[in-house]
């Protein structure tokens, strides 16, 4: 975040410091949301159908390698999918400017319009695009379709930072059961542990998006708990009712 | 879509089909992808290393349980964030407008300057901005910031779509080990179900987003596969290590 960084050095310059989420910071908020949630609250709630901590264990690290496999490689394709989405828009416009220049220019005017800008005041904006056949897409890509440029290799990264998180936020949680032979202290030290990663996370990412750092802990520990709390409840109601 | 639709019925107007993915469609691929992969993947790992299917459904069930509550409340905070955000960039730009309006034109001639417009022709807009002042928050919301607003009620249907996908996406491959006694034929026939829907979703997926159906039908198929096939094997080799 260069720019932002830039304006914390020097706030007094005329820049406003608004924040904004890198693309690398919302995948790892992306990874370890789910990480640190759903392979705790399935290991719960296997450690209230079955005895063995040994099957928690198989059926969290199986539940891992699908989680990040599955999340990073749907982060890939998100991020391919925009970028081919990006590239053939711009086809597009830079074939129209070219073709069907009177459609661009009623286009420049609506945009203006929207905001009360009537012809008159925008007919200098338009004459300057058209002097300028490259701004011109640019500025119908950003303005007319909110569409921005990918940096490159963006795709691999995203995937990588992803299924990496995942399989952190999914490790803490696990830990005790692989650790400790007994069930319960396993399901406990596991509970413990895990609302305290959740709460840290939740805390350092309410800081980062700029919200109020302790309800946004709460708010990661109770959707953890929650879930958790129901995979538990549930996969004690099956079994029982089955034996 | 009803832009998009009109211009789908018009076709010969100036109006240009740019597919615009609505958020609904989003939350939905959001939902089925991660369902329709992670409790298969889960339920075929626990196939190849516990003799009871009925584990297997505990197991997915609880996933099931943990993964549409964590996935949709994680959409729900994700949509208020937003809304947030906005709100709060909303505020500040309202000040600034009002009490450093230099500043804020400035800011304006940086804009354009970004598209080789130079400062007499950005004039015009600027002096039509300055005389409507909520047009000219608007236009620094969306041209400065890349923001847009929310439609209410929001959060509430991005929980609700995401986990209602979630929970129709893990169901399809969890039925065999529901109704079928062998586990072997449990195994397979959630197999191939589960790959079929992945393909169908796949297909849908690309239409929606205008890329290839059918590269985007086998990648998708690829993704689910590769999860479950490296759950199956961990769990596998974990079992047989241990045993």
Known sequence: MPESLANAISPNQHHEHHFQSSDTVRDIVIGLADGLTVPSALAAGLAGAVSSPRLVVVAGLAEIAAGSIAMGLGGFLAARGDAEHYASE?????????????????????????YGVPHAAATPVLRSLQANPKAYVDFM???????????????????????????????IPLAPYLLLGSMTAALQTSVVITLIALAIFGGLKGRLLGSHILRSAVQTVL?????????????????SHGA
């Open 223 to 239: 959707i953890g708990g929650l879930a958790a709390s129901v995979a538990f409840v549930l996969a004690r109601l099956l079994n």
């Open 141 to 171: 890509m950003r303005f007319e379709l909110g569409l921005e440029e990918q940096e490159k290799g963006r795709a691999w990264r995203s995937a990588a930072t992803i299924a990496a998180s995942y399989i952190a936020g999914g490790a």
């Open 90 to 114: 711009l086809r597009r416009e830079q074939r129209e400017v070219v073709e069907q220049p009177g459609d661009e220019a009623d286009e420049i005017y609506e945009i203006f319009e929207k």
